[in-house]
Structure formats: C-alpha cells, structure tokens
C-alpha cells in the first residue's frame, strides 16, 4: 500500500471514530449572568408537591413537568443562604446552575425560575435531581409546556429540601452526620454515628453540598456517563451509542467496583432513578464497605460501625460512605467532593476515636490512585474544569 493510500485509510479510520455521537446537553437555557448570586437565589421557588420526580421515569401518559407552587416564595434569610452557598461555588459548576431548564417563566418570558425548593421538607435525604428524558413526551409528541422555553424531554431540574435553607439543618457537619445514620438506617440520629465534627457553623456549606450532589445526578445523565455500555436505555432514546468518554467504565467502575456485575445485572445496569439509600452494590465492590453495619447499628454496637467507616477512609479511595454504596453514588460523591476541595475555605473533620483527620485535605494531596482515576474522569467529562 502506498503511504498516501495508508494515511488516507488512517484518516478514514479515525474520521469514523469521530463520528461516534455524542450526547447533546440538557443544559440549553442560560441565565443571564452564572456569577450573580442574587439572580441565583430569586430564581428559586418552592416545587409543587404533586410533581414526584422517581414515579415519573417513563411514563409519558398524564406527566406533568415540575412547576412552582403559585404565590409563595423563600423568605429573605433562605434566599441569603442560598446567595452563600453559590457565591462559593467553583465556575463549573456555577455554568450549570446558569444552564438548568427555566420554568415558570412570565407571560414575556423573561422572569423565570431555575430551582426548586422542597418546601416543609425536614429531610435533607428528600432532594432530588431529575434530568426528563424523551420517553416522558407521549404519542403527541413532545410539547413545550407553559412557562418553558425547553419541550418536555429536554428538562434538567434541581430541587433541595427547605431544610436546608431554614435552619433545620445547621451546618454541613449536621448534614453529612444526618445523611450516613440515614444510609446506615440508624434511627434517633445516635450521637456515636456523628463522626463529622467541623465546621458546625456555615449553612450555606450544607447548601453547597446538597446542590452539588444533586447536580451530580443530574450531570451523569447529561453526559451518558453510565450508558457506556450499547442497550442502556437512554442511549436508545437519545438515538446515541453512548458517552463521548467512556471513563464510568474504564476509570471509575475499574477502580472500585465490578463493571461485569454492573453491566450483567439488569435492574442494575439500566437504573435511571436512584432512591435514597437505596444498595444493591454490596456484591459489587471490590474493595467491600460492609454494610451489614445496618445490623450492628440496630444492634446498637456503634464500635464495630466505627470501625468499618474508619478503614473505609483510611483507604483513600472513596470520598465518603455515601459513595461507597453504589457506582452511581460515588460518581455524584466524587464531584461533590471535588466542589468542596475546590472551594471550602475551612477543612471538613472527621473523627473516629483518634486524630481528627480532613477528608479534604487527604482527597487534594494524598488520594489513593483510585480515587484520583475517579476525579480524572469528571475531568475527561469536561465536569469539574
Ligand atoms: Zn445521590
């Protein structure tokens, strides 16, 4: 073959790898400026209550789009912790809050709102991401419901419990300490399960933390991270072969779990709806959390639960318990991390008997080389830069 002919064929061959489609974002409405946090905080209200975003996956006949309760809004101290939590967040992730689907929007179209609030929500746990597939447009097609800009089927939405804003949760520290006895199903909130110890002050923190987990979610659906494999379902109703970087698979799944068992087990590999808590990975991760410390926790034997949390930070190679439950979790954990790493002016403590030890400081400088594959791939996602 001449060389002319070979590198013809080469172009060819990668052209065709190019050609590999990916993806398009959900993320098309644009605010009109991503740094102002007080144009952030006005654009929330509270979500009506009959929208219940984890009944709705698939389900075209009678969906109805999340909207605002009419007539209510935050108070102004919510609205301050709010403005708090997004004047600290890092510009990636202030970009996406900019591009989540207006909603609500005046008769000229140029008020809208783009987060909601779970309102009377004392549950921190109740926060939901929700990114609306095609599969919700029905035989009518896909139709642009009032107030929107976006038809149903392009939606990226955000909502965080009140609890958040209005002093049910105090600090991050009372967030995190809240979420791990939920994931252990510790009832009563036992104080030996508090191992989170500073800083108790700072809502906007527990704000920030929430948002970014919640945003998580909302970014592995936008970007197809996990239909890495040919029959998800939304790479059917995307009309796409999968991500544009396949790194949930050969990064994050390698690192810390098994991508057979997360492709072979079907109502595992095609989940596009998370409940809180909810496991299933138990058999699937190489380097075991042991959840059987449910049984310990309602034994009461708060040692042995210590215990295993501890050696689970101690290995560096998860960011938190939370992302230790499944590969989904720890995907959306690790660019919750990344976001406080990024932009926490204090350390986050945690203490298991001994030494405080800052969870974020051990993620910057001394992650085990798992852990620093998982941050690659938000990287190679284009997600955290
Ligand atoms: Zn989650």
Same mark, same amino acid.
């Given at each position: 073959m001449r060389l002319s002919s070979l590198l013809f064929l080469i172009t060819c061959l990668l052209g065709s790898l190019n050609a590999r489609a990916q993806p398009s974002t959900h993320f098309i409405d644009t605010c009109a400026d991503p740094n102002d946090e007080t144009l952030f905080a006005n654009s929330a209200c509270y979500v009506d209550p009959s929208y219940e975003p984890g009944k709705k996956i698939g389900k075209a006949a009678g969906y109805n789009p999340p909207m605002c309760i009419q007539g209510a809004s935050l108070?102004?101290? @919510?609205?301050?912790?709010?403005?708090?939590?997004?004047?600290?967040?890092?510009?990636?992730?202030?970009?996406?809050?900019?591009?989540?689907?207006?909603?609500?929007?005046?008769?000229n179209g140029k008020n809208c709102f783009q987060l909601f609030v779970i309102r009377n929500s004392s549950t921190p746990s109740a926060s939901w991401g929700f990114w609306e597939a095609n599969d919700l447009c029905g035989s009518g097609g896909c139709t642009t419901p009032q107030g929107r800009k976006q038809a149903i089927g392009l939606g990226v939405f955000i909502a965080i419990s009140e609890s958040l804003l209005n002093g049910g949760i105090s600090s991050i520290v009372d967030l995190e300490n809240k979420l791990a006895g939920q994931l252990l199903?510790?009832?009563?909130?036992?104080?030996?399960?508090?191992?989170?110890?500073?800083?108790?002050?700072?809502?906007?923190?527990?704000?920030?933390?929430?948002?970014?987990? @919640?945003?998580?979610?909302?970014?592995?659906?936008?970007?197809?991270?996990?239909?890495f494999f040919m029959d998800h379902p939304r790479n059917v109703l995307r009309g796409v072969t999968g991500p544009g970087n396949d790194c949930f698979g050969s990064?994050?799944?390698?690192?810390?779990?098994?991508?057979? @068992?997360?492709?072979?087990?079907?109502?595992?590999?095609? @989940?596009?709806?998370?409940?809180?808590?909810?496991?299933?990975?138990?058999?699937?991760?190489?380097?075991?959390?042991?959840?059987?410390?449910?049984?310990?926790?309602t034994n009461g034997e708060y040692t042995k639960v210590i215990d295993k949390i501890s050696k689970l930070y101690a290995r560096k190679d998860f960011v938190s318990l939370w992302a230790a439950l499944r590969p989904e979790e720890d995907f959306v954990e690790t660019y919750k991390y990344k976001v406080l790493i990024d932009k926490m002016p204090v350390p986050l403590t945690v203490n298991f008997g001994g030494a405080d030890i800052d969870v974020l400081d051990f993620i910057r400088n001394s992650p085990a080389q798992d852990l620093k594959n998982k941050l690659q791939c938000l990287n190679d996602l284009g997600l955290t830069r």
């Open positions: 108070s102004d101290s @919510e609205k301050g912790i709010l403005k708090a939590a997004h004047k600290l967040a890092p510009d990636y992730m202030k970009a996406r809050l900019c591009g989540l689907t207006f909603h609500d929007c005046d008769a199903r510790a009832t009563g909130n036992p104080r030996a399960l508090q191992f989170f110890k500073s800083p108790t002050t700072m809502p906007e923190l527990a704000t920030l933390d929430a948002l970014a987990h @919640e945003l998580g979610h909302v970014l592995l659906a936008d970007t197809d991270a996990d239909g990064k994050l799944l390698n690192a810390s779990w098994s991508k057979t @068992e997360f492709i072979n087990t079907k109502p595992l590999r095609a @989940e596009r709806w998370i409940d809180f808590a909810k496991n299933k990975g138990d058999t699937r991760t190489k380097n075991q959390f042991d959840w059987s410390a449910y049984g310990n926790v």
